[in-house]
């Protein structure tokens, strides 16, 4: 099942597979009938979640009902626990947008919910992040969770979520980060998918992120708090919910 799946997700379009995954998922779900985890975005229970990974796949990682993956749990949770996000009034900006959360949050009464992306066909919006299309002092909220790693310019893309942001509105932006690392690795010489799958971690992936990353996105303007949200957790919940244990939440806040 983990090549199977591996070799899936390294051969099939991106566009392709959010589109027709969740279908294949429907199945799978029955296989995984139990009670031993529990989705924090959709709430299902399984005996234990579906292996997941373009190299090697993750143990215990995605959820056959929602679609959602270890930082999504981590993030619905901390949206939950330690946000308004589903209580108060608030329009909200979500680029590449994750299939478990578009519906979810659509559905809410007090959302006004946009999604974005350059080339997904589940996003409502054609949107380069290095231009926003929209006003300065649009969203209340904003996520781009795995984007910087891909973008020509992740400054400017970060400053661009800045500008779109009211005064006091926050983001959530999350990549992939090396923390034995520094600084952030670029270069930008390295085009071949084999070789920057080798530095950058994917084929498609331009920088490697590293224990600079905050430093970058307050580049952007944003006041970062580097939230270890997830290390305070009982270790009960972090495995009951399969949470990646030693993932920050890189909480960004627009000055008011």
């Given at each position: 099942m983990k090549k199977l799946i591996s070799f899936v997700l390294r051969t099939?379009?991106?566009?392709?597979?959010?589109?027709?995954?969740?279908?294949?998922?429907?199945?799978?779900?029955?296989?995984?009938r139990g009670d031993k985890v529990e989705c924090t975005v959709c709430g299902s229970h399984f005996r234990e979640f579906l292996p997941y990974g373009r190299n090697v796949a993750r143990p215990n990682a995605l959820c056959p009902s929602c679609l959602s993956l270890e930082r999504h749990r981590l993030m619905n949770l901390y949206l939950k626990r330690r946000t308004n996000f589903y209580q108060a009034p608030l329009k909200v900006l979500h680029v590449a947008p994750e299939h478990c959360f578009i519906d979810r949050f659509e559905k809410l009464p007090n959302l006004d919910y946009i999604t974005a992306d350059i080339e997904s066909p589940l996003a409502k919006v054609k949107m380069d992040i290095h231009q926003i299309p929209f006003p300065d002092n649009t969203f209340d909220v904003a996520f781009c969770n795995h984007v910087m790693e891909h973008v020509d310019n992740d400054i400017q893309a970060g400053s661009e979520l800045y500008r779109v942001l009211k005064p006091g509105g926050w983001a959530i932006i999350q990549s992939p980060v090396d923390y034995s690392r520094p600084t952030t690795y670029e270069d930008a010489t390295i085009t071949d998918p084999r070789e920057?799958?080798?530095?950058?971690?994917?084929s498609d992936h331009v920088r490697l992120f590293g224990q600079d990353y905050a430093e970058r996105l307050a580049k952007g303007g944003f006041t970062v708090q580097e939230d270890r949200f997830v290390f305070e957790l009982p270790k009960e919940e972090v495995q009951r919910y399969a949470l990646p244990g030693g993932e920050i939440i890189y909480f960004c806040q627009k000055e008011k």
């Open positions: 099939v379009p991106r566009p392709v597979l959010q589109r027709v995954s969740h279908y294949a998922m429907k199945v799978m779900a029955v296989f995984y920057r799958e080798k530095h950058f971690w994917q």
